[in-house]
Each structure stands twice: as C-alpha cells, then as structure tokens.
C-alpha cells in the first residue's frame, strides 16, 4: 500500500512553448503565458519591481 491518495496529475504537463516569447511558460487550459502575457493582452507583461539595472 502506498501513503496517501496517489496523485491523478502523473505525466500531464501545463506549460508549453508560448508563440510570442518562446518561453516554456504558455499554460494551455488557461491559454495565457506566464512570462509575457500573450493570450491575455496586446502589452507585454512586465512589472516595475523586476526592472534589471
């Protein structure tokens, strides 16, 4: 017997390559990609805080 309930997530993956960045980051249910945004917006998404000096 194993510990717990066994995970029915096994093999399934969530992130693909995104059209626009080319970033393993498109998530396909939600169709939008984490690293730039594409699928959600026209603007590039990026934050103030992680500005690179």
């Not at 390559?17 to 080319?22: L, N, Y």
């Not at 980051?25 to 939600?30: G, L, N, P, T, V």
């Not at 169709?31 to 594409?38: E, H, K, T, V």
Request: hydrophobic fraction near 25%; charged fraction near 25%.
């Amino acid at each position: 017997m194993t510990k717990g309930t066994p995970s029915k997530m096994g093999g399934k993956r969530a992130h693909t390559i995104c059209r626009r960045c080319g970033k393993h980051a498109f998530h396909i249910q939600k169709r939008r990609c984490a690293s730039c945004g594409f699928g959600e917006s026209a603007k590039l998404r990026h934050y103030v805080w992680a500005k690179q000096h």
